[in-house]
């Protein structure tokens, strides 16, 4: 059915509401949902000498964290201007809030990142694409 002056499909609506997002991809953000054989890693390490779970990902755009890592290692949250949108596993997660200058140990360097903050991430830390570019 064509649509009157002045009106859009629902799927122009969608793009209009998330023109100012900045899309952000994640495939795996629990342990238990990485299928065998997927081109990941995880391991525990220390940080801030707690011990964090950390997901590498190879396959997200960006590196994320749990609002419960950062009551736990005592980390600040700041608000963005521009929220991200981050399309998961079954879901697309819009999230404004990061932390920055998080020291990260992996061996013997220590790493100062930024994090996105995702509300339904149940891995610690997730490493993507971001921070392996910077090493």
Known sequence: MPLKQGQQSSQQNQKGKFAHFKPEQVHYTTLEGIPEGAPVMAGTFSVNDQSITILFHSGASHTFITKECILKLGLEM????????IH???????????????????????NHTYFIILPTQKVDII??????KDQ
């Open 88 to 110: 998961s596993p079954g879901c697309q997660i819009i999230t404004n809030l990061m932390t920055r200058q998080v020291p990260l140990q992996l061996q013997e360097k220590i």
């Open 78 to 85: 700041e608000c963005l201007k521009s929220p991200y949108s």
């Open 127 to 132: 490493l993507g694409m971001n921070w392996m």
